[in-house]
């Protein structure tokens, strides 16, 4: 059920936002480095590699540069068109096509990078690898400040993100396979709109009692 509704929606969706990302493509294609799509290597579902298609907005040779796979706040890596695609997710747009072809569902756990994949606790990770990564989910809304958080602990990227960030998100994602359903998919999409529309902080912990909690990525952020 949950495949069918995948096709359904990001066919539905890919038909509303041809149109914008028409405008988009010819904005880039004549701004910044010309390139209108990136492709990056993340891990899926059972550990399958496969290129998550974005819009682009960084350098071509970001991996190689500053704080590699990890982004960070004010990243001069990020184009100056990439900036406002990022902010409005905009740039996810093509991910639509991962969907339909079946590399990743609606929600999901986001499909991280090998680098910061491997951060995550072997014994969750063992858990919840196979699930299918999504567009969005429980965890693209908790941490959607991820960037800006990093910034402002004025630690190192990497360390931070594999001291705080990652094994947080291993819980938040093993809370999801425990908790799926099609009503919990209805309200994540929901949500993620509305924060994106609204940049709203919203009290996850009201709207599920027993998620998982972290000093720093509070439910309420």
């Not at 997710?89 to 499909?111: A, C, H, T, Y």
């Not at 995550?120 to 567009?135: C, H, K, M, S, T």
Request: hydrophobic residues 40%; glycine residues 8%; aromatic residues 12%.
């Amino acid at each position: 059920m949950k495949r069918i509704f995948d096709c359904i929606l990001s066919s539905l969706a890919l038909l509303v936002f041809c149109p914008i990302g028409f405008v988009l493509a010819v904005i880039l294609r004549f701004t910044g480095e010309g390139e209108i799509f990136y492709r990056q290597k993340r891990v899926g579902r059972n550990g399958k590699p496969f290129g998550v298609l974005k819009f682009a907005t960084m350098l071509k040779d970001s991996p190689n540069l500053g704080t590699g796979t990890i982004t960070k706040k004010g990243d001069s890596r990020v184009l100056p068109l990439g900036k406002f695609l990022r902010k409005t997710k905009l740039n996810e747009i093509p991910q639509l096509w991962n969907i339909f072809i079946g590399d990743m569902s609606i929600v999901g756990p986001r499909p991280l990078t090998k680098e910061t994949r491997d951060y995550i606790p072997a014994e969750i990770l063992d858990e919840i690898q196979d699930v299918q990564p999504g567009l969005t989910g429980i965890g693209s809304i908790i941490f959607r400040d991820e960037e800006t958080i990093i910034h402002e602990s004025g630690e190192d990227y990497h360390e931070f993100y594999r001291r705080e960030i990652a094994p947080f998100k291993g819980e938040v994602e093993l809370w999801y396979k425990k908790n799926r359903s099609f009503f919990i998919d209805l309200k994540i999409i929901f949500l993620t709109a509305w924060v994106v529309i609204f940049s709203d902080r919203l009290r996850l912990d009201s709207l599920f009692s027993d998620i998982p909690r972290h000093p720093i990525f509070n439910p309420e952020h």
